[in-house]
């Protein structure tokens, strides 16, 4: 069947997928990436496009550069000859040159704090401004924000991903329609059940039609599923998370809060895993209005993040 076929193919790209995001600094060779996903290597490179609708090696420069720029935002400590070397660039010449193609100014001339590109989000393109440390901190107070560092288990997940996210409200939506009825008749009832949402990629760093967005539902086993929805395991994982009761706009605030703020001063670095929100309370109860949610990082000690 040709549905089968589809979705066996998508597995085994999003397979390479996870570990070029997981690995950047690793040998992301045609022939390791094909090993990977199962696939001969005379052919992976047109499925990946066939597939993603991006050139495999576009996109592996592409993340390594956005995974080094949020190292870079993340720890101001770190040079940018070390996060050179640690995603896999001999050179910082040729990562200087390489970071200056993809965001249009050398990593030294980035002063780490200001957004790499112009932000246009969702169908409100000034929704979301970059805020002040000063005033990030300030709503902390107000708002009694307290990081926890937590341990979350490891665990299969169902899954749906959303392309073009960011532009795509409709499709997120769409996807949340298919995932939650599931979810709420199958888990939501069972000990440690867990309904999240994904987001694999920056907008301050990835291009708006490259963002991706996942819908995921868990503890699973692949044979309980429906059809047409993947199954991944999620790994044992440390996380900061600040729970959030409100709006939107009080998410990317809390956001920018963790990793401008909080992280930079933590003993901590990002891990190579999408942040997550944990939801409490269903979203479409409250018509998408306010939120109850936890906004949760995936952490990896400093130094170790990279390496």
Known sequence: MKYTTDLSYRRRVDAA??????????????????????????????IFKSITGEPLGQYIQRTRMESAAMALRSNLNLSVVEVALQHGYESPDG?????????????????????????????????????????????????????????????????????????????VMAAYDRLWPWYESTLAQHEGALFLG????????????????????????????????????????????????????????IWQYLYRVWLPQSAYEPAHAPAMELYCEPPHTTQWQTYDLWCALPLVPAGAGTA
Request: glycine residues 6%; hydrophobic residues 35%; negative net charge.
């Open 95 to 171: 990562f200087s040159r390489a970071f200056r193609k993809v965001f249009g100014l050398s990593p030294k001339d980035w002063d780490r704090d200001r957004p790499l590109q112009k932000r246009k989000i969702g169908r409100e393109p000034d929704a979301f401004p970059v805020y002040d440390q000063t005033a990030l901190c300030e709503w902390a107070d107000t708002y009694g924000w307290t990081p926890e560092v937590v341990t979350l288990p490891a665990m299969g997940v169902a899954r749906l991903q959303v392309t073009d996210a960011y532009r795509d409200f409709e499709g």
């Open 17 to 46: 997928i996870a570990y070029i995001r997981s690995n950047p600094g690793a040998d992301l060779s045609l022939n390791t990436l094909a090993d990977v996903a199962s696939f001969s290597s005379f052919h992976f490179h047109r």
């Open 198 to 253: 994904c987001s694999h990629d920056d907008p301050d760093l990835t291009p708006l039609e490259r963002c991706t967005f996942e819908w995921a539902a868990g503890p699973v086993k692949s044979d309980e599923v429906p059809e047409g929805i993947s199954v991944a395991q999620l790994p044992e994982q440390t996380v900061v998370r600040i729970r959030l009761q409100g709006t939107l706009e009080q998410e990317d605030q």
